[in-house]
């Protein structure tokens, strides 16, 4: 049996769904895009990601001769209803970033130990990958959609794709650089409720899943942790991450019906999901529910109090005005600001009150120009 072909099996048998290989050749196109909208992608640019690097593979690992791509489809199991518009169904499956000792972890880690049993050096280095969705696509694994997301033929666009850079020569497949979207399809980009989609360009400093985990101060350059006021308000009732563009589309729709049964350990996740307590977030709390979901991108517990307290505000629901009144005494100045902003968007003489009581003893600034501003809308 070729090399080739013992690594297609392997990976299979450990549970991807997909495997294809193309060559380490620079991903042109990647490059191309990158350079042209510096502004917008500082952040992988210059950050630990170095994207527009990993885009020349050899840049970065010298020995570099091919890249196996492998697809893993996390739609196999359903999702809760209480967590669908909240969380994207990506951090559901806790599949993306896995770590070590979790399964989807322990396939990454399965995989590169057999290829290196086979001899092949393999170039898994922590937060630098080739860009992925492009390597599916010559390593003929997925299409591209519209809405920049990679397809494939059974899954649509609900996969986890992961590239191993490798040192070897192997057989490769034919590329399936293409986007077989209905003709004049543009329902992804009129349903995004932030206008940050073009066909086949994102424009991430408007995406929701951006602004959900990305907006934290000092993550990677150019980033922060303030979220502008108009995309708070678009951000609706998601939390982390968004399905918008994915859950529109004609291509998902036969995944998206499936309907397959959930998952005991997420179903229990669904059950303790309470927007009250990741706003008013004890260790406890997070330890139990919001890490094992939502461990990817935010590392500190003010970024979900903070995505907690824009979807109470965009929920119109006054029941959270407690909660959130409470929340104007934690002590993170970023939760204290962003309370004021959803009390002062949920209206109310004692949201107004609660607003005024606190901004006489607010000391940080930033906190100061929030309550202000809810105070004055
Ligand atoms: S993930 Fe949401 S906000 Fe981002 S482009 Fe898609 S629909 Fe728009
Ligand atoms: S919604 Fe339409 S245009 Fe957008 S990715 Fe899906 S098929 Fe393509």
């Known amino acids: 049996m070729s090399l080739t072909r013992e690594i297609k099996n392997f990976a299979l048998d450990l549970g991807y769904h997909y495997v294809g290989i193309t060559t380490a050749e620079p991903f042109a196109k990647a490059a191309e895009e990158l350079e042209s909208r510096q502004d917008a992608y500082r952040w992988v640019i210059d950050g630990r990601l170095k994207m527009l690097d990993c885009a020349t593979p050899t840049d970065i690992w010298p020995s570099a001769k091919s890249i196996i791509v492998v697809a893993y489809d996390y739609a196999r199991e359903g999702f809760p209803k209480e967590l669908v518009g909240k969380l994207g169904r990506l951090y559901q499956s806790r599949s993306y970033i896995a770590p070590k000792n979790r399964i989807h972890g322990a396939r990454r880690h399965l995989f590169k130990e057999f290829l290196e049993s086979k001899g092949l050096e393999v170039m ?6 080739v860009p992925e969705r492009m390597a599916a696509a010559r390593a003929g694994v997925a299409t591209f959609g519209r809405n920049n997301f990679a397809y494939t033929k059974d899954s649509g666009s609900f996969i986890v794709i992961t590239a191993f850079v490798v040192d070897a020569e192997l057989e490769y497949d034919e590329p399936t650089i293409e986007a077989p979207c ?18 086949f360009k994102l424009n991430p400093r408007k995406c929701i899943a951006y602004n959900c985990f990305m907006s ?24 982390h991450g968004c399905d918008i563009c994915q859950e529109v589309c004609p291509r998902n729709q036969r995944k998206l019906k499936a309907n397959p049964p959930v998952n005991e350990f997420l179903a229990r996740i669904a ?25 990817n991108y935010i590392r500190e517990k003010k970024y979900f109090q903070r995505n907690a307290a824009i979807a109470m505000g965009n929920s119109g629901d006054l029941s959270y005005a407690p909660h959130l009144v409470q929340a104007l005494e934690d002590p993170e100045p970023l939760v204290r600001g962003y309370s004021a902003w959803a009390l002062g968007r949920l209206g109310g003489d004692e949201a107004c009150a609660a607003i005024e009581k606190a901004l006489k003893v607010e000391t940080d600034e930033s906190a100061r120009e929030e309550m202000e ?3 004055a809308a």
Do not use: N
């Open 271 to 295: 059950a303790e999901f309470d927007l009250r307590k990741i706003l008013l977030l004890t260790d406890e709390y997070y330890e139990a529910v919001l890490r094992p979901v939502m461990y």
């Open 373 to 375: 501003a809810a105070l």
């Open 216 to 239: 934290q101060d000092d993550y990677a350059p150019s980033t922060s942790s303030h979220i502008p006021p108009e995309i708070r308000e678009k951000m609706g009732s998601w939390i």
């Open 124 to 129: 898994l280095t922590p937060k630098l990958t």
């Open 182 to 199: 209905p003709e004049g399809c543009r329902l992804c980009i009129d349903a995004c409720p932030t206008g940050a989609l073009e066909p």
